[in-house]
């Protein structure tokens, strides 16, 4: 969700404690208490957003504070994308971080400072994080935030902002973008720049228009300059064939300033700054593939090339829905891949797979990553009701654990495609489609949800652990899990 909060820094800086040296023979933290007036902490910096705008050169980390004589100065330079550096600072306290960033004319056009105590105590070095906001010294038309990371078949929002252009009653920009990778939505006015101020689209490439103050000797800044002046809404399309990202540029252009009076402003004193997108493919969030296309034999290998292979245990090997599949005898019959970083799944998650039922079965569980303790890391079951039809439910948690609901009822003995995508923490966005069709899904109170939990246990195919844990009696094929919850538009499901 876009927070539409209005915040007049323009970016963050992130210092993190990579290095850490105090005492010899120790092992050293930095934290915020326990202090010790002792030692050196080494700090390694990374600014993210402003460095792809070209006016970007140089910046410059100055440490002061109590006992240090001579502020302590490190240089940051342009690489990747990102301003990198490193300073090394005496543990204390009220430790003085003071950012700068100069543009290739020498001009300061940002700064920002925080006071910490940087602190240290034996233990496993750690890292620590340092949020500094940067603020525009100079004019400047800026795309919020500068750097961006969305999904393929997914959408997001920039705010746009002004910084230090006083008296300023109409701007005209435009912000070009790659048509095969995103498309715009909409764009939304900022209505606390009250009822008088319109927008209007004028004649140029890309996402052009124009923002006024219609009466006259009015502004659509404050006093110092700044307005948030609205957000451009985005959708994506795929990332090209065979890639897993794609990296495009959001420049921005501006074409006209007036003042209050009606005075052109100078376009070369205002400083334009675009954004950077990367577009990740949904194979980027891919944990595993099992095609179950294995002739013979007890392995099942991943095909996704993360090296998730799995053991059968049992099962036979028969035709399935494309190629070969696994069949399950419901009572012993179950595959296991062990326990990976890759399926500690805490966001969200997508399964597509295609699975068959087999008649005079009872209820079943497809799949589960479920602890000795009872937690599923996820589980997805398929549940006969004789009174109220069958479910297929996908929950997590300890039980009775957080459900996602689809009241079904699979036919016997026939291949099904299913595609579920949720979200942990939001019933928004969370589809299920079965056989290619949209299903209605009961989705859970998010105010009494369970914590997601990751555990230790392994990734089971047709079944549940546990003595009493449920098996499932038919077969699976082609079993896809996503580390994330997928849109329901990249998949080619109807209603």
Known sequence: MHNLKDVKSSSIMIIMAVLLAILPGCSEKVVNSDFLDQGTI????????????????YGSITVTGPGIIEPIVSEL???NGYLVGEVIVPAGRNRVFRIEVYDKSEVLIYTGRTTVNVASSTGDAEPLLITINLYPQVPMMKIVPGTITALEYSNFAVDLKVYNISELNQIEFSINYDYYLLYVDSFELNPGLGSNVTYYYIDQSGFAIGIQDTITGNMIVDDTGYAYLGTLYFS????????LADTTELPLEIHYMADNEGNSIFLEQVAPEGSVVELL????FLSGNWLMNEYEGDAVYDSSGNGLDGLAYGTTINEGSYGMARYFNGSSDYIEVGDDDLLDITEGITIELEVLIEDGSDDAVILSKQGANGNANFMLEYRRYATTGDQLILSYGLPPRTSFVVPINLADNEWH???MGIPFTTP????CAVDWQTRTMSVPNMSSRQEVLTNDGSLLFGRQPGEDGL?????LDNISIYRTALSESMFDVGK
Not at 236 to 243: A, C, E, K, Q
Not at 281 to 284: F, P, R, S, V, W
Not at 471 to 475: P, R
């Open 471 to 475: 098996y499932l009696m038919g077969g």
């Open 77 to 79: 330079i342009v690489e």
């Open 428 to 431: 928004v966005g969370a589809f």
């Open 281 to 284: 493919a949904a194979e980027y």
């Open 417 to 419: 495609y299913i595609i």
């Open 236 to 243: 994506t399309y795929n990332v090209p064939y065979g890639s």
């Open 42 to 57: 080494r700090i390694s910096a990374s600014l993210d957003g402003i460095a792809y705008a070209g006016q970007v050169s």
